[in-house]
């Protein structure tokens, strides 16, 4: 079978994909470490850095969209001062809880917040956010113009959108690697920890599937973001972008 944006009706997209992480929420954290060797959390990193949160008292509230168990929300809140506060939205009840948890323990409860929402439709006022991040999320969303949309919309004047997400190798012999490593070893990985190898194989798929880097900016412009640039990481195993509301 194949899992493309075209061949795959929209609501059994969605359904693929929360049955993805349904499955493996508890395990999604350890996970993350195993399938990309810990390289999840320099690309988080990178995505920190460029967000820069203010220091001191200063208000900045950030929205982290399709934000899973809270791992970048967690990482901005830390980095920023006082003011700082995020709110993490993702469709999937389960990994919010698992994030809910991760956050009281971190004795971040106050600082950071869990909301149930869908990307394509977010629950939040106009312009209500300092930054928008999206980490690994967007590809599984079946109609990206609607979220790259609300994304801008929920933005404060002068805040920024920042996209984090698998992309296309560009370096020779890389490439190779890198997708004999994501159609093989990722879908057995997921068998043994998830015990189904087919969610996986789906969420590679989607990944070979996402548009290239130049490509996506046009959609981000589309959509109605100013000064759109990326960069490429990892050989291109990953790309950040972003996009001001001016
Ligand atoms: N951002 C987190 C991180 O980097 O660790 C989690 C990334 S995880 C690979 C992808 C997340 O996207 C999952 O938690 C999933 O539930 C969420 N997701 C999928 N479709 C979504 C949608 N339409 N709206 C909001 N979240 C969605």
Known sequence: THFG???VPLTEKQSLVDDVFHKVARRYDIMNDFMSGGLHRVWKDALVSKVRPPQGARPFELLDLAGG????SFRVVK???AGTRATVADINAEMLA???ERAEKRGL????TFTEANAEALPFPDQSFDAVTIAFGIRNVPRIPLALTEMRRVLKPGGRAFVLEFSKVDVPLLDKIYEA???NVIPQLGK???GDAEPYQYLVESIRRFPNPDVFANMMREAGFSRVDFT???GGVVALHWGWRI
């Not at 168990?69 to 970048?72: H, I, K, R, S």
Request: no cysteine.
């Open 5 to 7: 944006y075209r061949t």
């Open 98 to 100: 698992v994030g809910r």
């Open 192 to 194: 043994r920890v998830a």
């Open 109 to 112: 409860g106050d600082k950071v």
């Open 232 to 234: 490429r990481m990892t």
């Open 69 to 72: 168990t809270g791992d970048v």
């Open 79 to 81: 980095a920023g001062g």
């Open 181 to 183: 490593y994501s159609f």
